[in-house]
C-alpha cells in the first residue's frame, strides 16, 4: 500500500509568494493555487471525518485552517492574508462544484448502485442546495455584479465572516451585508426560476 | 442607463427598500421609480424574494452538503494484481464510510474474499485488539443467510482490515427492483433476514447498522447479511465518548434508530427498529424520513421526533404505484412497520422473531399483533398509570424523558418549529417535575425506597438543569430546580426523613440550592421567592446539626427564621406565613438547648424561643381555634416546654405542659383517626404524662397513661402491620409499662407476672425485627436481660 504523504508545500513557500504577490507580482497567484488546492482538499477530508466523528458543525471555514497550516501568519501582512483568502474561496467553489457535478453524472449514471457495499454514501437528492445550479447562476449574476458574487462565492463557499470579506474585498462591512442581503434575492429568484 | 449602471440603481433601489418597512415599499417605490414602470417591477420581483432568501445560502456550502468533500479522487489504498498478506487484489467492490473493500482471491484456498480496509475512524489502533476479543464469538456465526467474518489483521502500513465471505449478488433494493419482486416475495425475502438476524442476537450479536446496502442477494435469491458486528467494533474500538461514536459509525444515519441517535445503549431492538426501516424501503421503495438536508442534527431530529409517513400514504402519492399493492400495504403492513419503527423500543416488537411472525401471520391471512399506534401517546399518562412503580419501571421513564429532553434539545438548536419545541420542553418540565413529587412522595414511605428515591430526583433534578440551560431568566423553573436540589439533599443526607446517610452530598446540594435562590432573591423583588431560601437554610441546619457542626447550624436555623419573619411581615394576616414563623422559632429552640437533639447547650435560649413560639401559636388558636396545624404544634411546643421544665427539675410544671399537650393532641386524635402523625403524637403525650406521675411517685395514674399510650401504639401497628418503626413504638411501650408494673427496678407497682408478660410481648415483637438497627437489639438485650433478673429473684 502507498502512503499518503502531506503535500510538500512548506510554509515558508507559500508565505513567499504571498509576498510576492503583494509587492506586485500577479503571477504569484498562479504557483499558490496547487498548492492551495491540494491543502484545501486535504483538510475537506479530514473536515468531514471529523464532522462525521462529534457531529457537531463547527463553524470553523476550511480557508482559514488552510491559511494557518501553510502560512506563516507573522510573516505576511494583511493584503498577503486577503489574496489567500480570495484564492481559497475560489478553490472551495472549485472543489465542492466539480464534487457535485461528479456526484450528479454518477448518479445518472447508474453507478452509484455498484459502490454499494456501504452504500455509497447515503446522499439524497433532495434538500440540500444544489451547487451546480447555483454555481451557474452565480456566474450569471457576477457579469452584473461582479463585486456581490465574490462576496457568495467568499462567503458560502469559502465560509468568510463578513469582516474578513470586507478586508479581502476593501470595502466597509456595510457593503458586505447590503451585496449579501441583494445577492440572495436574485440568486434565489434566479434558483426559482429555473428549478 | 447603461446595462451596468442599471443594475447598479436596482441593487440601490433593493437596499433603500430593505431599508424600509414593507408596508412603504409600494409609495416608496412609485416615487423612486416615476417614470420606469420595468424598473420598479424589476425590484419588487426581486423583494419578493425576501422570506424565501432568509434562510438561502446562510450555511457555508461545505456545511450543507458536507458529503461533497468525501468525492475526493483520493488514490485507491490497493491496485489490482497487488498483495495484501496473502490475498491477491482481484478488483475494488466499493468505497464506503470507513475505506474501500476489495474482492481479492485467497491465494492458498483459491477462495474470493472481501477485504474491507478501514482507513479512517478514530481508534484504529484499537480495533484489532477488540476484534479479537469477539472473534470467538463473531466467527461462531455460521448461518446461510450471514456473510462469514473470516478474521481481521493489519496491513504493513499499519491499516486494519477484515476479511469477509464475498457474497456475489445484488444490494436488496437492486435485486428487488431488477427481478420486479412482488409484494410476497419481498416479504419472503424479508423474513429469511429476520431469521438471520435473530439466529445472531441468540448468539448475543446485535447488528447495529442494519441497512439496504449491508444485506445483499445471490442470484439464487438468498438474502446475505454482510458486517454483522463491525459496527460494534468501529464503536467500541473507538476511545470518543459514546454519543459521539454512534454517529460517527452510522454511516447512513436514516437507518439509525432513535436510541442509536442519542447515544444510547443499543440493543436487540436497535436491530427491530432498523429492519423496520428496511421493510419500509421494501415496501415503498423510499426512506421513511424527509429530510431536507444532510445535516447531522436535522436527521437527529427527523428520527427521534418525527412520525415517518404511513407506506401505503407513500405510494398513493406515487402515481406509478399499482393500487393494487397499496391496498395491500394499507393495514396491516402499515401497522407492522410502524409497530417495529417506534420511537421508544420497549414498545416495539419484544423480538425479531415476533417481527417476523407477524408478517408470516400477514402472509397466511390471519390476524396480526400490530395494531395502529396512536402518535398522541403521551409519556406523562405511562406516569400516571404507573405512580407507585418503583425500580424498573422508574428507570424505563427515565430513558422516555432522556429522549424527550434529547429531541427538545435538537429542536432547539434547529431553532425550528420553536412552537413544539416549548411543548416539549414543558412536557419535560411537567415529567421532571411528575418524578419530584407525584412518584417521588408516591414511593417516599415504601420500605427500602430510598435509593429509588434518590435516583427518581437525581434524573428529576438534570433534566430541570438541562432545561435551565436555556431558560436562565424563568423564576418558575428555577423555584423547580431549588426544589429539586432540596430534595436530592434530604435523600441523600437529612436525618428527619428516609436517607442514604451521605450528609456531606446534602450539604453540597443544598448549597447549590442556595446559590440559585440568593441569585433569584436578589433579581426580583417578589418577597415569595425568597421563601425556597429559608427553606434551604432550615434544611442545612437539620443536617450541620446531625454532622456537630452545632453552631453552624444554629446560624443556619435563624437566617432561615429571619427570611420567614420577612415573609410574614409582608402579609401579617395570612396564617400559614405565621405558622412559618413558629415553627422555625420551635426549630431554633430545638437547636438551642432541647436535650433530646443535637443541641448547643443554651437551655435559657431554648426556653426563650420556645416561649416566642407559644405566644405565636397562641394568637393563631385565639384567632381560630379550629386550625388543626395550629393546634398540633400547640401540643408540640408544650411538649418542648415541659421536657424544658424536667431539665429544670421543676417536675410540677412539666406535668402541667404535657398535660396541655395532650389536651392538644387526645382530641385532635379522635377526629383524625386515620393520621398516624396525630396519633403518634397523642401516645406520647400519655408516655410523658406518665413519665411525670410517676416521677412524683403517683404510680396508678402512671400506669393508667402509659396504658393508653400502648394502646395508641398498638392501633397504630394493627393499621400498618408491616412498618418496622411502628413495631419498634409498641416494643418500648410494653417495655415501660413492664417497668411499672414490676420491673427488676423501683419504683414499680409489684405486679412481677403482669410484668413478666409484658417484657415477653416485647421481646416477641423485637425478635420479628432483630435483623434491623442496633437500637432495636440493644432493646431486646433489655428486655431479656430483665426477664432474666426477674427470674433470677
Redesign the interface.
Known amino acids: 500500500?502507498?502512503?499518503?504523504p502531506r503535500p510538500q508545500s512548506s510554509a515558508a513557500d507559500v508565505t513567499q509568494i504571498l509576498k510576492q504577490w503583494s509587492t506586485g507580482d500577479e503571477k504569484a497567484s498562479v504557483e499558490l493555487m496547487p498548492l492551495v488546492y491540494e491543502e484545501l482538499?486535504r483538510l475537506?477530508?479530514d473536515?468531514?471525518?471529523r464532522?462525521?466523528?462529534?457531529?457537531t458543525?463547527q463553524p470553523t471555514?476550511?480557508v482559514h485552517e488552510a491559511y494557518l497550516r501553510m502560512v506563516d501568519v507573522k510573516a505576511v501582512t494583511w493584503q498577503g492574508r486577503a489574496h489567500f483568502y480570495g484564492i481559497a474561496a475560489r478553490l472551495?467553489?472549485r472543489?465542492?462544484v466539480d464534487?457535485?457535478r461528479?456526484?450528479n453524472a454518477k448518479k445518472r449514471g447508474g453507478l452509484e448502485?455498484?459502490?454499494?457495499?456501504?452504500?455509497?454514501?447515503?446522499?439524497?437528492s433532495?434538500?440540500?442546495?444544489d451547487?451546480v445550479a447555483?454555481d451557474g447562476a452565480l456566474q450569471s449574476f457576477a457579469k452584473?455584479?461582479p463585486r456581490?458574487s465574490e462576496v457568495?462565492e467568499l462567503?458560502?463557499?469559502?465560509?468568510l465572516d463578513a469582516t474578513e470579506i470586507a478586508e479581502v474585498l476593501q470595502v466597509s462591512q456595510k457593503t458586505v451585508l447590503?451585496d449579501w442581503?441583494?445577492a440572495?434575492?436574485?440568486?434565489?429568484?434566479e434558483l426559482?426560476a429555473t428549478g | 442607463m447603461t446595462p451596468a449602471e442599471r443594475a447598479e440603481r436596482v441593487a440601490e433601489l433593493v437596499d433603500a427598500a430593505l431599508e424600509r418597512g414593507p408596508h412603504e415599499w409600494t409609495a416608496y417605490l412609485e416615487e423612486a421609480c416615476r417614470d420606469d414602470p420595468p424598473l420598479m417591477a424589476e425590484v419588487k420581483s426581486l423583494l419578493g424574494y425576501q422570506d424565501k432568501a432568509a434562510h438561502f445560502i446562510e450555511a457555508p456550502a461545505y456545511q450543507t452538503n458536507p458529503e461533497l468533500l468525501l468525492l475526493t479522487d483520493e488514490p485507491n489504498e490497493l491496485r489490482p494484481g497487488e498483495f495484501l498478506r496473502g490475498y491477491k487484489i482481484l478488483s475494488l467492490l466499493g468505497e464506503g464510510g470507513m475505506g474501500e473493500v476489495y474482492l481479492a482471491e485467497d491465494a492458498e484456498l483459491g477462495r474470493k474474499v472481501a477485504i474491507k480496509l478501514v482507513k479512517r475512524g478514530f481508534g484504529r489502533e484499537n480495533l484489532l485488539r477488540q476484534f479479537r476479543q469477539e472473534e470467538r464469538i463473531l466467527g461462531a456465526l455460521n448461518h446461510p443467510n450471514i456473510a462469514r467474518l473470516y478474521g481481521g489483521a493489519v496491513s504493513s502500513e499499519g491499516t486494519p482490515y477484515f476479511l469477509m465471505e464475498y457474497v456475489e449478488g445484488d444490494p436488496l433494493a437492486s435485486y428487488c427492483e431488477l427481478h420486479q419482486s412482488t409484494l410476497i416475495e419481498r416479504l419472503q425475502l424479508f423474513r429469511k433476514i429476520c431469521s438471520a438476524v435473530s439466529y445472531a442476537h441468540q448468539h448475543l450479536v446485535i447488528h447495529r447498522d442494519l441497512k439496504p446496502g449491508n444485506i445483499r442477494v445471490t442470484p439464487e435469491g438468498e438474502p446475505k447479511l454482510l458486517d454483522f458486528g463491525i459496527a460494534k467494533l468501529l464503536d467500541e474500538s473507538s476511545e470518543l465518548p459514546d454519543q459521539t461514536v454512534t454517529l460517527a459509525g452510522v454511516m447512513t444515519p436514516e437507518y439509525a434508530s432513535p436510541e442509536q441517535v442519542r447515544g444510547e445503549r443499543m440493543t436487540t431492538a436497535s436491530d427491530v427498529y432498523s429492519l423496520g426501516v428496511v421493510l419500509y424501503q421494501l415496501l415503498t421503495g423510499e426512506k421513511p424520513y424527509r429530510l431536507t438536508s444532510r445535516r447531522p442534527d436535522e436527521i437527529a431530529r427527523a428520527i427521534t421526533e418525527h412520525a415517518p409517513v404511513r407506506p401505503s400514504a407513500v405510494l398513493s402519492e406515487n402515481p406509478n404505484s399499482k393500487v393494487q399493492i397499496r391496498k395491500s400495504i394499507r393495514g396491516d403492513l402499515d401497522n407492522i412497520v410502524m409497530l417495529a419503527m417506534r420511537k421508544e423500543p420497549e414498545r416495539r416488537y419484544a423480538s425479531v422473531a415476533q417481527f417476523s411472525e407477524d408478517i408470516r401471520r400477514h402472509l397466511d391471512g390471519l390476524p396480526v399483533i400490530a395494531r395502529k399506534d396512536t402518535w398522541g401517546y403521551r409519556s406523562s399518562k405511562f406516569v400516571r398509570r404507573n405512580r407507585l412503580a418503583v425500580g424498573a419501571a422508574a428507570l424505563i421513564l427515565l430513558t422516555l424523558v432522556g429522549g424527550i429532553i434529547a429531541t427538545s434539545r435538537q429542536a432547539r438548536i434547529a431553532r425550528l418549529e420553536r412552537a413544539k419545541a416549548e411543548r416539549r420542553f414543558n412536557d419535560v418540565r411537567k415529567l421532571a417535575n411528575s418524578y419530584l413529587f407525584e412518584l417521588h412522595d408516591a414511593i417516599e414511605n415504601l420500605p427500602g425506597s430510598t435509593s429509588a428515591r434518590a435516583l427518581l430526583v437525581k434524573r428529576a433534578l438534570e433534566y430541570l438543569q438541562s432545561l435551565t440551560v436555556d431558560m436562565q431568566d424563568d423564576p418558575s423553573l428555577q423555584r423547580e430546580v431549588i426544589m429539586a436540589y432540596l430534595k436530592v439533599g434530604n435523600v441523600q443526607g437529612n436525618p428527619r426523613n428516609a436517607n442514604l446517610g451521605d450528609s456531606a452530598g446534602a450539604l453540597q446540594s443544598y448549597e447549590k440550592a442556595r446559590a440559585i435562590a440568593e441569585n433569584l432573591a436578589a433579581v426580583s423583588a417578589d418577597p415569595l421567592l425568597r421563601r425556597p431560601l429559608a427553606l434551604i437554610y432550615e434544611k442545612m441546619a437539620d443536617v450541620k446539626a446531625e454532622r456537630k457542626q452545632v453552631d453552624e447550624a444554629v446560624q443556619d436555623a435563624r437566617k432561615s427564621l429571619t427570611i420567614f419573619r420577612e415573609l410574614a411581615a409582608v402579609n401579617p394576616t395570612d396564617t400559614a406565613a405565621q405558622l412559618s414563623v413558629a415553627i422555625s422559632q420551635l426549630k431554633v429552640g430545638d437547636i438551642l438547648g432541647n436535650p433530646n437533639f443535637v443541641n448547643a447547650g443554651d437551655q435559657s435560649g431554648a426556653m426563650e424561643s420556645y416561649q416566642v413560639t407559644r405566644a405565636i401559636l397562641e394568637n393563631l388558636h385565639t384567632a381560630d381555634a379550629s386550625n388543626s396545624r395550629v393546634r398540633r404544634f400547640l401540643g408540640m411546643i408544650h411538649e418542648r416546654l415541659g421536657t424544658m421544665s424536667e431539665l429544670r427539675n421543676d417536675s410540677a410544671g412539666a406535668l402541667a405542659e404535657y398535660q396541655k399537650s395532650a389536651e392538644m393532641r387526645v382530641p385532635l386524635a379522635a377526629e383524625y383517626p386515620n393520621d398516624s402523625t396525630v396519633l403518634r403524637d397523642a401516645a406520647i403525650a400519655y408516655e410523658k404524662i406518665g413519665n411525670a406521675l410517676a416521677g412524683q411517685g403517683d404510680l396508678e395514674a402512671a400506669l393508667e397513661n402509659r396504658s393508653k399510650s400502648l394502646a395508641i401504639f398498638r392501633s397504630l401497628l394493627q393499621a400498618d402491620p408491616k412498618n418496622v418503626e411502628a413495631q419498634e413504638s409498641l416494643a418500648i411501650s410494653h417495655i415501660h409499662l413492664a417497668d411499672l408494673l414490676g420491673g427488676p427496678e423501683p419504683p414499680n407497682l409489684d405486679r412481677t407476672a403482669q410484668a413478666l408478660e409484658n417484657y415477653r410481648e416485647a421481646v416477641l415483637i423485637l425478635e420479628g425485627i432483630a435483623s434491623g438497627t442496633s437500637a432495636i437489639q440493644d432493646e431486646l438485650a433489655e428486655a431479656r436481660g430483665k426477664i432474666a433478673r426477674l427470674a433470677g429473684r
Do not use: P
Open positions: 500500500m502507498k502512503g499518503n482538499r475537506a477530508r473536515y468531514l471525518r464532522e462525521r466523528a462529534d457531529h458543525l471555514a476550511l472551495m467553489r472543489i465542492l464534487h457535485a461528479a456526484h448502485q455498484k459502490l454499494s457495499l456501504d452504500e455509497a454514501h447515503g446522499i439524497s433532495g434538500g440540500s442546495t451547487l447555483l452584473s455584479y456581490k457568495v462567503k458560502f463557499f469559502g465560509g447590503r442581503r441583494f440572495k434575492l436574485w440568486l434565489c429568484r426559482s
